[in-house]
């Protein structure tokens, strides 16, 4: 009994030490420390503010006061369109323009605040942003930024000349009989291996002795077609292979008092299963405008009835109905376009017509 009580002994002594050395051993842990880091931003590029306050008659008569007039008509740096030298600056005034004939002012904007961003003083840039709100018709604002270039002096060139005319002239440009719109030609279908493309050649004629910017004077074309009896809009891309224009003379400054303009879209193969289900796309007609700064010089439709054809579309409530069309409708039904070409002939029993 002894010896058993011996042995029991010696087991719990050893169970024992065994947890001691085993509770000794170091444990391994790990914990994560979150730490929060404050970055310091820059901040955004914002582009100086411009005052805008409208100069008086007085205050812009002060200005041109100190131009010589004389000096301004012979120096031949004020005939020259000052140079972009940055290639994205004049990208971006280019697609401003384009968007300001498009009547997209919004785009153009857009296109000029990024360009300003980049150069606030280039010449370009704050000349077309005159001109853009001058379209918009905000004149005070436009007029601030004429002054502007006015004040770069002659290193703005040809646009120095523009803005001084401007202020001193003021901002209403008076558009009635500066130009019209002459004879249309109907362009022969070309093939292409993307398609046909379409379009009119259009001749633009202005009246002698007007001051104007060739520049300013801008034609837009609507081209119309016939599918399944109706008239449509054409579908047009907007791209340079889908539309373009193509001026018959280098440059174009009318001093001959007429110019000719090639303008044209492109519709693309049909298989017959689009043909089938967008149905046959047959050329039928166009709108043509013609715009000076942003406003409307001369409209023509052709064929001549194409306005009244649209408007019975419209009264019809026609689903496929773009509202788009309801200004070109109005400018035509305003400026009697449509009607017939020959003038009113004198009655021959005068109470007659009264």
Do not use: C
Not at 77 to 97: G, H, K
Request: proline share 5%; no cysteine; hydrophobic share 40%.
């Amino acid at each position: 009994m002894g010896l058993i009580a011996f042995v029991q002994l010696m087991t719990v002594g050893a169970a024992m030490a065994f947890r001691t050395s085993s509770s000794a051993t170091p444990e391994a842990v790990t914990r994560v420390v979150k730490e929060y880091v404050t970055v310091e931003l820059k901040a955004p590029i914002v582009a100086q503010a411009l005052e805008l306050k409208g100069l008086t008659q007085a205050e812009m008569r002060a200005l041109l006061s100190s131009v010589d007039e004389a000096s301004l008509g012979e120096s031949e740096t004020l005939s020259t369109s000052p140079m972009i030298a940055d290639p994205v600056i004049e990208r971006l005034v280019n697609d401003a323009r384009s968007a300001r004939i498009a009547s997209d002012n919004v785009a153009a904007m857009t296109k000029l605040e990024e360009a300003y961003l980049k150069e606030p003083k280039n010449s370009h840039v704050l000349y077309e942003m005159a001109v853009t709100f001058e379209t918009m018709g905000i004149n005070d604002t436009a007029a601030d930024y004429y002054v502007k270039v006015f004040q770069l002096g002659p290193k703005a060139g040809s646009l120095f000349k523009k803005a001084a005319s401007k202020i001193a002239k003021g901002l209403e440009t008076n558009v009635t009989g500066l130009a019209s719109l002459g004879a249309v030609r109907k362009m022969l279908p070309q093939k292409m291996p993307e398609g046909e493309r379409r379009g009119i050649t259009l001749s633009i004629a202005v009246a002698p002795g007007r001051e104007f910017d060739p520049m300013l004077l801008q034609p837009t074309v609507h081209f119309f077609e016939k599918v399944d009896g109706k008239v449509v809009g054409a579908n047009v891309e907007e791209s340079e292979l889908g539309r373009g224009n193509y001026w018959m003379d280098q440059p174009v400054n009318y001093q001959d008092g007429e110019e000719m303009v090639e303008v044209w879209y492109l519709v693309r193969n049909q298989d017959a299963r689009g043909q089938f289900i967008l149905g046959e796309r047959k050329f039928y007609g166009f709108i043509a405008e013609l715009y000076y700064d942003g406003k409307l010089v001369d409209i023509v439709p052709q064929p001549r009835t194409l306005s009244v054809e649209m408007l019975a579309q419209k009264v019809s409530g026609d689903p496929s109905w773009d509202p788009e069309l309801d200004r070109l409708l109005k400018e035509l039904e305003d400026r009697g376009a449509g009607d017939s070409i020959l003038p009113q002939m004198p009655s021959d029993n005068g109470s007659q017509g009264r």
